[in-house]
């Protein structure tokens, strides 16, 4: 008897009831030929013989297949159709596509003036910065040594021997610093206008030329660093008004 | 720079010239990427119209694809340079369905694709060659509803000939991605000719 909404038998309502359990993907995989599992083959097949719905869609899914296939590759379909528009590059394109870093092709488009202040305008900045730094960090350094702190020059001094006090001249052992070099206490009976230096004096000295040295690269490394850092600076302003 | 000749010893003439093209374009000469470009972009547009079935966005795809292509020459390790060249459309294709999905205001129009049908046998009588050019309507028309990936596969697979390995590679998924998405999509195709399976059963 025929369902009054559907139009369909008991029959065919039962059959669609259980098409409604099987698996379609399975069917369309076993149209494909793409199951390799014997069992899932031989579960495809079943499906098929058994159920008319998955037939019919095994029967579809194979027209289907050989319409698409019919529909013309690329190549055939290029040789009657034409693309909408010339896809050929302009020199701008080119010009702007071509390869190597965005720095490089903007250089490339501006000249080799503008190749040189790029150049120091992409790399000054950074050295600039790190020369200058290397210059604060030296004079630092540099101060603490000639300053108070431990391994100072007057620490150095003081562990050379007792300073006299100011104005207790000739009252004891006295030393003195010239030049960085300590000099000792003179020697019985010796003039004190020519003092003789001490033993350990000469690591004083030495480390006072150091200090110095440290304190003169650090003050040249400070000035080129702002210099590099100024000058990158206005060359990137020029590129950019460029 | 890598002599392209000197390194891909081929006979045929078109992928000989192919690669005098290339070969020249690297060395700076755009004239002769624009011959390979004059060659290539009705295939390339043919193909990637069947992926992104809007004109414009193809088109798009497509000049972005020779943009790609210019940019990356000294990419080109040798072979088809014709197969080089699709597989960056594929790319592109794949990109513009990427935008359109994160757009998805407008979904795709019916595949605007009459301009080609499918070549008629001669003898074909006009009833036939009118049951052709509906068949090609109504299969485009139901390519266009279906997702992105599954009308990529498809395409790729049963149209283009690649074969599932290279699918997944193109499209950086497993092989058993790729032919889900192949069964899947023939079986929506199916859900969406059905009223006109007749057209397709003759």
Known sequence: MADPTTGHDEGELAAIARHALHDEELVAAFAAG??????????????VERCATCRDIHRDLAVIRTAIRASGTAAERAATMSAPRDFRLTADDAARLRPGSPIARVARRLGWRARLDLGVAAFGRPVGAAMATFGVVGLLIGSLTLGGGPGSLFSAQSAAGPTSAPGAEGSGPATSTIDGTNFGPAASGQDTKNPVPVSGGRDTGTQGVATVALLGGSIAFLALGIALFVAARRRAATVAQR | MEDLRATTVTDDPVQRRDLIL??????????????????????????????????????????????????????????????????????????????????????YPELEDDTWQPPADASADPV????????????????????????????????????????????????????????????????LLADRMDLFRG
């Open chain 1, 34 to 47: 793409d199951l390799e599992d014997a069992i899932e083959q031989e579960r495809a097949r079943a499906l």
């Open chain 2, 22 to 107: 290339l070969d020249r374009a690297r060395e700076g000469d755009l004239d002769a990427f624009n011959d390979l470009v004059v060659v290539y972009q009705d295939m390339l547009f043919a193909l990637v119209v069947r992926m992104v079935p809007d004109r414009d966005q193809a088109a798009d795809a497509v000049q972005e694809a020779f943009f790609s292509a210019y940019r990356n020459m000294e990419g080109f390790r040798g072979g088809s340079v014709r197969s080089w060249l699709s597989r960056i459309a594929i790319n592109a294709a794949m990109d513009a369905q990427r935008l359109k999905k994160r757009r998805p205001a407008d979904p």
């Open chain 2, 128 to 191: 036939t060659s009118s049951l052709t050019a509906e068949r090609h309507h109504a299969l485009n028309g139901a390519l266009a509803q279906i997702t992105n990936d599954q009308r990529t596969a498809i395409v790729l697979y049963d149209v283009e000939g690649y074969d599932y390995a290279e699918i997944a590679e193109l499209t950086a998924v497993s092989v058993g991605t790729v032919k889900s998405r192949i069964h899947r999509g023939r079986l929506a195709l199916r859900g």
